[in-house]
């Protein structure tokens, strides 16, 4: 019997009864163990990938384009929407919140920042003519490599099976990023998807972010993982805006009982927490959404996920107006901005407290169960 997934999960089978996989199998456990810098030994082409993503970052630090300047338009308002782990519904929440914040009279641009594993397009059933590797390249400037999809949202994609890509390395992110958001236009909101997971190219990215969305769901795994990623993040980023999406949740009671399970565990453990949270429900529509390509907040946008992330929007948009109502006009008038690193400290995440003897790993098993 096919069994419906939360917002953004797929289904465990289609009507055809073929497997749909809940994680791409690029994102398999030895893929993601050989890194993300081109030292992957699966298949044959290993070298060639290699040479590739090393040229590409030359050609990243040659570019005038992505040089280490503040070009970011002054009054953008830049979200970050990322996961702890794959198949919690990161990409769908991105792809409908950017639409909902358009429809709110907001102008918005989403960049899938899922290096080489794109499929924002996919969702909003468009066919990007250029991608993010296409500007590091020269062949198009990154004003032209946006396209307008749904609800005027204009979108840029990084590509998909982009090996080259895929291996960028946290310092490159950067760089790449920061150019993206400065090609923004004056009081736009920035919405931007990234990899799952907590590698130096994710947290470069998160850096840059004037709000943190960090997705999850009450299952086990993703909470683990989730606060793995907000203790690398608050490890590395300034007093990061992290807002919890508590996504797939039965009832607002459970989603409120992951929130101040995952707060308590933060100021255990980090004496510091994420600042708010927010609940989507569980709902059949977003898997009937993704099998036929389109945004539920297009298809179904009275049902109760859509209803609720509405409510999300409305949210980000008030956050939006206030920050850019605080920023100056004038560039020069800004404050010098606030540190970042994409260094990660040793030990962090997963691999920290899942050694024997670290207490975190019980608190977190603990949270878990309750």
Request: net charge neutral; with cysteine; proline share 6%.
């Amino acid at each position: 019997m096919t069994r419906q997934r939360g917002f953004g999960q797929l289904a465990d089978k289609d009507r055809f009864g073929c497997l749909l996989p809940h994680r791409r199998p690029e994102r398999s456990a030895g893929h993601r163990a050989c890194g993300r810098r081109g030292h992957c030994a699966f298949g044959d082409g290993g070298g060639a990938v290699i040479d590739q993503a090393d040229a590409l970052r030359s050609l990243v630090r040659d570019r005038t384009v992505f040089a280490r300047t503040q070009s970011r338009a002054p009054r953008t308002y830049t979200i970050a929407v990322t996961s702890g782990k794959g198949g919690v519904g990161k990409t769908s929440i991105a792809v409908n919140l950017a639409i909902l914040l358009a429809r709110a009279g907001r102008s918005v641009r989403l960049v899938d920042a899922d290096f080489g594993l794109s499929n924002a397009e996919v969702l909003l059933g468009v066919t990007p003519p250029y991608t993010l590797e296409d500007v590091v390249r020269g062949r198009v400037d990154i004003a032209d490599a946006w396209v307008t999809s749904v609800e005027g949202v204009k979108l840029l994609s990084s590509g998909s099976g982009l090996e080259a890509m895929a291996n960028i390395d946290g310092t490159d992110t950067n760089e790449v990023m920061s150019a993206v958001i400065g090609s923004a236009s004056d009081g736009d909101i920035v919405v931007v998807d990234t990899s799952p997971g907590i590698d130096d190219s994710v947290v470069s990215l998160l850096g840059l972010a004037d709000e943190v969305l960090m997705v999850t769901t009450p299952e086990p795994t993703a909470i683990t993982d989730t606060y793995a990623a907000i203790k690398v993040l608050m490890s590395t980023v300034p007093d990061p805006a992290i807002t919890l999406i508590a996504n797939c949740c039965s009832v607002p009671a459970q989603a409120s009982a992951v929130a101040d399970g995952l707060k308590s565990i933060c100021m255990r453990f980090l004496n510091k927490s994420f600042e708010r949270y927010e609940y989507v429900p569980y709902d059949p529509s977003v898997g009937r959404a993704i099998q036929r390509q389109r945004p539920l907040a297009v298809v179904s946008s009275h049902s109760p996920a859509a209803s609720w992330l509405r409510r999300v929007a409305i949210k980000v948009s008030e956050r939006a107006r206030k920050h850019q109502a605080h920023v100056p006009r004038d560039p020069n008038e800004m404050h010098a901005p606030r540190p970042r690193t994409a260094h990660i400290p040793t030990g962090a995440g997963l691999s920290g407290f899942e050694r024997s003897g670290n207490p975190e790993h019980g608190w977190v098993a603990a949270a878990v169960e309750a």
